[in-house]
């Protein structure tokens, strides 16, 4: 696995080692052992997920103010670009996001520690994405930050408004962060 390093501290982009040959290709897609060798720490998944959505429709950017979430996430049919936000006070970066296109084509994964928010936008005609959690979802813990936050200012690379649901819609500010 190839392991590069973001500007946020913990945020990793993973590419696998892919085997190909004219019949396809093979990679492990995860591997306990060496995740946890790449973050640096033995990291527990408890639950896996599965999305679907169409061209434009934006998630995020969402966290849980208890029991954070951190995530492995992966695009396994089409293509978004994936965005994570700082949002530990604590962390020299917080209130800095970034963001890297994961597809099926490039096979990467982006690790988002908990304590960060995160969100994506589909950019192919539609997406599978694929996100493994250290913690369940709690309804209760869930809040959301405005994906077009002005003082994120975070560069979806839109041409046109996003699809987005009523909750992401009535998301809060960053700067109302509690």
Request: aromatic share 12%.
């Amino acid at each position: 696995m190839i392991v590069t390093t973001t500007d946020i501290d913990g945020v990793l982009i993973l590419a696998p080692k892919v085997f190909g040959d004219a019949r396809g290709f093979f990679f492990e897609s995860f591997n306990q052992r060496v995740f946890d060798e790449a973050v640096g720490r033995s990291v527990a998944f408890v639950q896996d997920n599965h999305s679907r959505s169409g061209r434009n429709v934006l998630r995020g950017l969402h966290y849980q103010v208890e029991r954070p979430q951190g995530k492995l996430v992966r695009v396994v049919a089409g293509s978004v670009f994936d965005v994570a936000v700082d949002i530990r006070r604590e962390s020299p970066t917080f209130g800095r996001w970034v963001g890297v296109e994961l597809s099926a084509e490039n096979q990467r994964q982006l690790w988002v520690p908990p304590g960060l928010a995160h969100g994506f936008v589909v950019r192919s005609e539609s997406a599978d994405f694929l996100y493994k959690t250290t913690d369940y979802w709690f309804p209760e813990h869930e809040r959301c930050i405005r994906w077009d936050d002005p003082d994120l200012a975070i560069d979806w690379g839109l041409t046109e408004p996003p699809l987005v649901s009523t909750k992401d819609a009535a998301g809060a500010l960053f700067a109302s962060l509690s």
